[in-house]
């Protein structure tokens, strides 16, 4: 039964691409595609705008914890590098100090001696050489572990650095997006107010990353505010035309004048300060 519906679904998909086919001839593909491009514009179209200006306020909201986590990365980095530090210190200090008891040493083996005085005890030439041998050895395991400890601090230093930089640049991020987000949603609610008169309604744009979605939502409200502006030229009732203060001043006089406009303009032009109180 199952194999039979298969069987006239696929009769049935071939009977369609035959004859779209036959009426369409090499357009179908284009048909098919520009069909199913109106079907996803009209799905993606069916979400409010104000739902899409909450999607990008909640998307940048998330940028939030990535603040948060840089912050706490800063600390975490900070107490690291005091803590290596204060144990950088501890090391040099103490491969300073062994640094002068090695040259103290070396200095006095320099004087062929069969015994040698140290902290009130007598040493042997031999033992004294094995001691140096001894610490000189520690002294250049020290001087490697001494160098990866700065090289450690020297990149725990970068690491801070790197964090406060993205801190930096997150909290701009967001201040722009939010700055962004904000001037939109004052823009949509002045292009809605304005839309009352015109009857005007709005477009829907699609959901796209934050950054994306905004640049869309932008665009769609600016293409709302030319369709606005272009519809309002044909729903206002009163033709209002631009009125030049010079021409109606002129038509004034021509009514209540008539006959005296031309004393009246030859009083007005030996007064200039009538003239001026006039135009006023």
């Known amino acids: 039964m199952v194999f039979k519906w298969i069987k006239r679904g696929i009769l049935l998909g071939v009977g369609v691409a035959v004859v779209g086919g036959l009426i369409f001839g ?28 909450k999607r990008a306020q909640d998307l940048l909201d998330e940028i939030l914890p990535e603040i948060h986590n840089n ?24 491969f300073n100090e062994e640094k002068e008891r090695i040259q103290k040493v070396r200095q ?17 030439r031999e033992d004294l050489t094995k001691d140096l041998a001894f610490r000189f050895d520690r002294f250049k ?31 701009a991020q967001k201040e722009l997006l939010a700055s962004k987000i904000q001037a939109l949603e004052g823009q949509h609610r ?18 796209a990353q934050t950054e994306q979605l905004i640049g869309q939502i932008k665009k769609r409200l600016d293409v709302a505010e030319r369709v606005l502006a272009h519809e309002s030229n044909f729903v206002q009732t009163i033709p209002i035309e631009t009125v ?21 303009t030859t009083t007005t032009e030996d007064n200039p300060a009538k003239m ?3 135009e006023k």
Do not use: C, W
């Not at 199913?36 to 200006?53: G, N």
């Not at 706490?72 to 144990?87: H, N």
């Open 26 to 53: 090499h357009d179908l593909a284009s048909y098919v595609k520009s069909s199913a491009k109106m079907t996803r514009t009209a799905v993606k179209d069916s979400v409010p705008i104000e739902f899409e200006l």
């Open 71 to 94: 912050i706490r990365r800063i600390a975490q980095e900070e107490v690291e590098i005091a803590a290596l530090k204060s144990d950088l210190g501890a090391s040099e200090k103490s």
């Open 108 to 124: 006095a083996l320099l004087v062929p001696q069969a015994s040698y005085t140290f902290g009130g005890r007598q040493i042997t």
């Open 141 to 171: 395991e020290a001087e490697i572990v001494l160098a990866s400890k700065k090289r450690m601090l020297d990149t725990r230093q970068n690491g801070l650095q790197a964090a406060m930089q993205m801190l930096d640049r997150t909290k």
């Open 190 to 207: 002045l292009i809605k107010a304005a839309s009352v008169g015109s009857g005007m309604s709005f477009d829907n744009s699609k959901i």
């Open 244 to 264: 030049d203060t010079t021409q109606l001043i002129q038509k004034i006089d021509d009514h209540f004048s008539g006959a005296d406009k031309a004393d009246e």
């Open 276 to 278: 001026v109180a006039l």
